[in-house]
T-cell receptor, first 116, second 116 residues
Framework: NAGVMQNPRHLVRRRGQEARLRCSPMKGHSHVYWYRQLPEEGLKFMVYLQKENIIDESGMPKERFSAEFPKEGPSILRIQQVVRGDSAAYFC??????????????FGPGTRLTVT | AQKITQTQPGMFVQEKEAVTLDCTYDTSDQSYGLFWYKQPSSGEMIFLIYQGSYDEQNATEGRYSLNFQKARKSANLVISASQLGDSAMYFCAMREWETSYDKVIFGPGTSLSVIP
């Protein structure tokens, strides 16, 4: 899992600011997943993307949150007008395929967002 | 309804002893995968072991083994010869290949403390 890169590792934002979290998948992986971990809880699925496509965003809040995975460059999770409840660890994972052909998702180290 | 249940919020084990972490799951899919991840205090998610629903033998990876009881829908993790470095949060997770092949569904986790 060392191959999935996330930055920044720690991000502090004031209420109302924007947060941008970046994820570079493992080499050769074209599927990216974002998860959120609130304090003392397990990870919750947010969104699944392939290059230039959002495949499943059923776990993403309808407002203020957006994600993209452009043809070139990292995947971006963007949170607009952050609130204190957005404080969490945000994990990115990548896999070669989205189906049982490659079952494992490799996780990045996470970005810890703190909203003050 | 909870898809993944981990009934032990916290566990203690003596160093060098074996410990079993419980996990039960709920799915109507015939094809699914079960995972265990370890999250040490540093925060990263470390993949430990995988069991496919059609795998006839229990999965093993070094000191980790998965006690898979399909009829009871349980997938307990057994750690043999516990080490101090095993102290961490442990998450049971599932991918349903038929209904939600993309996302990993996590349980709430079990905190394991290894006592010297």
């Amino acid at each position: 899992n060392a191959g999935v890169m996330q930055n920044p590792r720690h991000l502090v934002r004031r209420r109302g600011q924007e947060a941008r979290l970046r994820c570079s998948p493992m080499k050769g992986h074209s599927h990216v997943y974002w998860y959120r971990q609130l304090p003392e809880e397990g990870l919750k699925f947010m969104v699944y993307l392939q290059k230039e496509n959002i495949i499943d965003e059923s776990g993403m809040p309808k407002e203020r949150f957006s994600a993209e995975f452009p043809k070139e460059g990292p995947s971006i999770l963007r949170i607009q007008q952050v609130v204190r409840g957005d404080s969490a660890a945000y994990f990115c994972a990548s896999s070669q395929t989205g189906t049982s052909g490659s079952y494992e998702q490799y996780f990045g180290p996470g970005t810890r967002l703190t909203v003050t | 309804a909870q898809k993944i249940t981990q009934t032990q919020p916290g566990m203690f084990v003596q160093e060098k002893e074996a410990v079993t972490l419980d996990c039960t799951y709920d799915t109507s899919d015939q094809s699914y995968g079960l995972f265990w991840y370890k999250q040490p205090s540093s925060g990263e998610m470390i993949f430990l072991i995988y069991q496919g629903s059609y795998d006839e033998q229990n999965a093993t990876e070094g000191r980790y083994s998965l006690n898979f009881q399909k009829a009871r829908k349980s997938a307990n993790l057994v750690i043999s010869a516990s080490q101090l470095g095993d102290s961490a949060m442990y998450f049971c997770a599932m991918r349903e290949w038929e209904t939600s092949y993309d996302k990993v569904i996590f349980g709430p986790g079990t905190s394991l403390s290894v006592i010297p």
